[in-house]
Each structure stands twice: as structure tokens, then as C-alpha cells.
Nanobody, 120 residues
Framework: QVHLVESGGGLVQAGASLRLSCAASGRDFSGYGLGWFRQAPGKKERDFLGAVSWSSGMTVYADSVKDRFSISRDVVKETAYLDIDSLQLDDTAIYYC????????????WGQGTQVIVSS
């Protein structure tokens, strides 16, 4: 059973940096991507932020965040990371990681999310 657990969220000041982690277990993630999403307060949908190929480490990003967000993974620790620089008030959201087959059309397994609140 795939298990994704996000951590690292909390209350942070605007302008600070933050690292979120996604501990992944339950399958061989070769051939899979780990994606990061967020759901802002009052929004129903989750916005795609970016993803990393578990095998190659190649990354893709949404245009809206590529200047401040960085995604990586450590295959030994079985953990993916989302680094956010220069946090802004509108980065306040619940952040989720998810896994899906590279080339597939959906992310099939999701973590429970970690909340980030950015204060001024």
C-alpha cells in the first residue's frame, strides 16, 4: 500500500524560506513521479506546483512558482522535498504530495497534506 506523508508545514513569516518533505513508501517508485500541489483557503481545487521523476530527478514546474519553488528527491531516504523561497502571504495553503506514473494522466495516491500559514 502506497503511503505518502507530508511534513514541515507551520506558521512562518513572509519572506522566510521553508522546506516541506514527503516521505514515500509502499512501492518501488521507479517510473513514477512525485508531484506537489496546494489548496488555498476557500478554493476547491488543488493547484499543481511541480513534480520530480523519482528515477531521474528531472523536474517540471508550474510557471507561476518556478522562480521561488524547487523540488528534489532523495531516493535513499525515500523522500521528496519542496523548497519555497521568499514566502508570500498567498502561499498560505495546504500542501500535498502525490504519486503517479510518468506519462500517466492522473496522480493516484495522495498524502494527507501539511498546512502552511504565512504571516506578515
Amino acid at each position: 500500500q502506497v503511503h505518502l506523508v507530508e511534513s514541515g508545514g507551520g506558521l512562518v513569516q513572509a519572506g522566510a524560506s521553508l522546506r516541506l518533505s514527503c516521505a514515500a513508501s509502499g512501492r518501488d517508485f521507479s517510473g513514477y513521479g512525485l508531484g506537489w500541489f496546494r489548496q488555498a483557503p476557500g478554493k476547491k481545487e488543488r493547484d499543481f506546483l511541480g513534480a520530480v521523476s523519482w528515477s531521474s530527478g528531472m523536474t517540471v514546474y508550474a510557471d507561476s512558482v518556478k522562480d521561488r519553488f524547487s523540488i528534489s528527491r532523495d531516493v535513499v531516504k525515500e523522500t521528496a522535498y519542496l523548497d519555497i523561497d521568499s514566502l508570500q502571504l498567498d502561499d498560505t495553503a495546504i500542501y500535498y504530495c502525490a504519486s503517479g506514473l510518468i506519462g500517466g494522466d492522473s496522480y493516484d495516491d495522495w498524502g494527507q497534506g501539511t498546512q502552511v500559514i504565512v504571516s506578515s
